[in-house]
């Protein structure tokens, strides 16, 4: 790509007088910069790096010393606008499908998508991770994201996911947590995610036009991450207990998830603990600052289900493993 057309796209100011005239492809990770690359310094301090690997041309936002002026100086006003701009102008030269969905269908393309031959491409909500995927798309390439304003910037020509509504039948409910039922035909047995997730998994499954898939890929779901554990606090197999807590780190999703917990949990008794207080949330809540107390907090409250708000699931995890092997040394 000609140098010149990438300052007339994001409207930029070239600071030197290169003698190259163009670049191979766009690279924020310094550690991914090869000869021939525009790297987008959002970290000054990467800026020589990238020199020493081959980096043909520097975005910058700010002053910085010109350390060779063989190579192309582009300075502009904001690094996330010129980084928009550059992804619509790529993306606008393929003919793409593009859908806009909400968290539940992304988590759900996010553990799904490897189980199908159409491509997926995930737009995360921190465009500078999207970089590199913009060297592996076609026009059979299709686009996903959960933010409709990340979206509309970048390709603007998009469709909202959830559109259409499935018939569930034979609906089975084993637990909180493994639902089975039946959809065109097929019976889908002990699918481990919550009924409140069933027409979600089913739009996303039936739109990748999945075969067969490994139902164990649901576990790295974010969705309604269940950890079961003993009287002692230690972590057992799925299901072997009727103590376990829940882990949420999507508060767009807290108010949905408690209040199905609330309906089909009325037999146990539940706490939740939270990172700060939630208003939206009625329930008493525990406030809970460092993950590192977690044990104690549990210790020291009965309950049959613990919500947890604010920390991520593998935090928790990491947290109560590593305080179970130092008590299996006393």
């Known amino acids: ?3 010149t057309s990438i300052i007339d796209i994001i409207d930029g100011k070239l600071l030197s007088s290169p003698s190259i005239s163009f670049i191979y492809s766009f690279k924020t990770n310094v550690s991914k910069v090869k000869e021939g690359d525009l790297f987008i310094a959002y970290n000054l301090d990467d800026i020589q790096i990238a ?11 700010k002053i910085y010393p010109i350390t060779d002026k063989e190579i192309a100086w582009i300075k502009v006003d904001n690094l996330e606008t010129s980084i928009i701009k550059l992804f619509r102008y790529k993306l606008a030269h393929f003919n793409l499908k593009a859908f806009s969905c909400n968290d539940i269908s992304f988590e759900f393309f996010k553990t799904l998508s490897s189980s199908s031959s159409k491509k997926i491409k995930l737009i995360p909500n921190n465009l500078k991770k999207f970089v590199s995927v913009l ?30 509504d499935f018939l569930i039948s034979n609906l089975l409910e084993h637990s909180l947590f493994e639902v089975s039922f039946t959809f065109e035909g097929k019976y889908f047995q002990r699918v481990k995610i ?21 139902d164990s890929k649901l576990k790295n779901s974010n969705l309604f991450k269940t950890m079961f554990l003993d009287k002692g606090l230690n972590t057992v197999e799925f299901g072997k207990s009727d103590k376990f807590i829940i882990s949420s780190n999507n508060i767009s999703l807290v108010k949905k998830e408690v209040t199905y917990l609330k309906s089909k949990f009325t037999y146990g008794k539940i706490i ?3 990172s700060s207080y939630l208003d939206f949330l009625s329930e008493e809540q525990i406030v809970l600052k460092n993950i590192s107390e977690i044990r104690n907090i549990l210790k020291n409250n009965s ?6 708000v604010g920390f991520k699931f593998e935090e928790i995890q990491k947290t109560l493993l590593k305080e ?3 008590l299996t040394l006393f």
């Open 324 to 326: 179970e092997k130092e």
């Open 51 to 61: 020199i020493q690997k081959g980096a043909f041309a520097i975005i910058l936002e």
């Open 272 to 274: 939740y603990i939270t």
């Open 1 to 3: 790509m000609k140098i």
């Open 303 to 308: 309950f049959n289900a613990s919500y947890i």
């Open 194 to 214: 919550p009924s409140i997730y069933i027409e979600d998994f089913i739009r996303v499954y039936d739109f990748l036009n999945i075969n067969e898939y490994d």
């Open 135 to 164: 060297e592996d798309i076609d026009d059979e390439t299709i686009l996903v994201s959960n933010d409709n304003k990340i979206l509309d910037k970048i390709y603007p020509n998009n469709t909202s996911f959830e559109k259409e």
